[in-house]
């Protein structure tokens, strides 16, 4: 795909975006050294439109990232295993609360003409379908 024209992507109903080292506005702060959603979803309010419309596209980073905090690093290493990770004990917790916020808040809360990108631990259908959403209502004006 990184051969074909824009026209020749479209034509077969293509997408292709690379990101390189372009300026981003980013949620991803403190409050992303979690377990729960709260300090996620605080982080997406103090996003604003006004502030992304300055970079090349907002990214909405909805996952945790608990392995900054100490116990749970030392729990990690010393007794999980696939089924008791913290990215697996982390992403439905977090997803109950990022993810409903980001499909009634995206819309409202994104520039308006930008590229929004959301971020998960991993990408699953719950994700899409936010993702999804909120690009038609995007196109919709």
Same mark, same amino acid.
Request: charged share 15%; net charge neutral.
């Given at each position: 795909?990184? +051969?074909? *024209?824009?026209?020749?992507? #479209?034509?077969? @109903?293509? #997408? ?8 981003? /506005?980013?949620? /991803? @702060?403190? @409050?992303?050294? +979690? ?11 103090? $996003? *604003? ?14 996952? =945790? +990232? ?17 089924? *008791?990770?913290?990215? $697996?004990?982390? &992403? ?5 609360? *990022? ?26 259908? =719950? +994700? ?5 959403? =909120?690009? #038609? &209502?995007?196109?919709? @004006?």
């Amino acid at each position: 795909m990184n +051969t074909l *024209t824009t026209d020749a992507l #479209r034509a077969h @109903g293509k #997408r292709l975006i690379i990101l390189d080292n372009a300026n981003q /506005y980013s949620s /991803y @702060g403190d @409050g992303n050294s +979690t377990l729960v959603p709260g300090p996620i979803v605080a982080e997406f309010e103090r $996003m *604003t439109a006004p502030q992304a419309q300055a970079h090349a596209f907002t990214l909405w980073q909805s996952q =945790a +990232t608990a392995t900054n905090i100490r116990d749970v690093v030392i729990q990690s290493v010393l007794f999980a295993n696939t089924a *008791t990770s913290c990215l $697996m004990a982390t &992403k439905p917790i977090c997803d109950v609360g *990022t993810l409903p916020w980001l499909q009634a808040n995206l819309p409202r809360a994104a520039a308006k003409g930008r590229l929004n990108v959301i971020m998960n631990d991993f990408f699953d259908g =719950a +994700t899409a379908d936010v993702a999804i959403a =909120a690009s #038609r &209502k995007a196109l919709e @004006g």
